[in-house]
T-cell receptor, first 109, second 114 residues
Framework: RKEVEQDPGPFNVPEGATVAFNCTYSNSASQSFFWYRQDCRKEPKLLMSVYSSGNEDGRFTAQLNRASQYISLLIRDSKLSDSATYLCVVNTNDYKLSFGAGTTVTVRA | DAGVTQSPTHLIKTRGQQVTLRCSPKSGHDTVSWYQQALGQGPQFIFQYYEEEERQRGNFPDRFSGHQFPNYSSELNVNALLLGDSALYLC?????????????FGSGTRLTVV
């Protein structure tokens, strides 16, 4: 079983729409959770950390459900510039980050 | 302030050859990690270097080796290249004591093995 699994999408949404997607992780001892954004052929960039109580950063909302071992990301009022691959990332209190394969989001005009 | 710098940006090698990729961490960062990202996949952890020692290693064969220098820069070496080694190789650095939150990635080296 993969450490982090994501729905690959693609999610194709119009500008202004809301899009949400999840990932699941296999190790219940995981300590830290993140969403990274990766544009085509570029490096991953940290979008936001995910906290147990849930957190927002502008139009982005992240939720963590430790009991079910899943993490979600919701994007409100989608912009063309939100088109990217979103990587779910988990750290299990060691030195490596475990990445999902990514969820592709395309926002159309 | 320069971020993480990787060189070269692109590389084409033949099966069986050896390759060395280089990474300069962000200023103030002392820890360097290497990741391999195959097409359509998420990055996979290769290893991490701290204080010039390999601190942790992922599920990669011994053909993959590395080094960290006193100035915190790092090299990734891959011997006996296989076609399956074709990927984007990413270097990430982090500052002291902030492993969970301080990762900065370089733009990567795209390796093609033919």
């Amino acid at each position: 079983r993969k450490e982090v699994e994501q729905d690959p999408g693609p999610f194709n949404v119009p500008e202004g729409a809301t899009v949400a997607f999840n990932c699941t992780y296999s190790n219940s001892a995981s300590q830290s959770f993140f969403w990274y954004r990766q544009d085509c052929r570029k490096e991953p960039k940290l979008l936001m950390s995910v906290y147990s109580s849930g957190n927002e950063d502008g139009r982005f909302t992240a939720q963590l459900n430790r009991a079910s071992q899943y993490i979600s990301l919701l994007i409100r009022d989608s912009k063309l510039s939100d088109s990217a691959t979103y990587l779910c990332v988990v750290n299990t209190n060691d030195y490596k980050l475990s990445f999902g394969a990514g969820t592709t989001v395309t926002v159309r005009a | 302030d320069a971020g993480v710098t990787q060189s070269p940006t692109h590389l084409i090698k033949t099966r069986g050859q050896q390759v060395t990729l280089r990474c300069s961490p962000k200023s103030g960062h002392d820890t360097v990690s290497w990741y391999q990202q195959a097409l359509g996949q998420g990055p996979q952890f290769i290893f991490q270097y701290y204080e010039e020692e390999e601190r942790q290693r992922g599920n990669f064969p011994d053909r993959f080796s590395g080094h960290q220098f006193p100035n915190y820069s790092s090299e990734l070496n891959v011997n006996a290249l296989l076609l399956g080694d074709s990927a984007l190789y990413l270097c990430a650095s982090s500052p002291p004591g902030q492993l969970n939150y301080g990762y900065t990635f370089g733009s990567g080296t795209r390796l093609t093995v033919v």
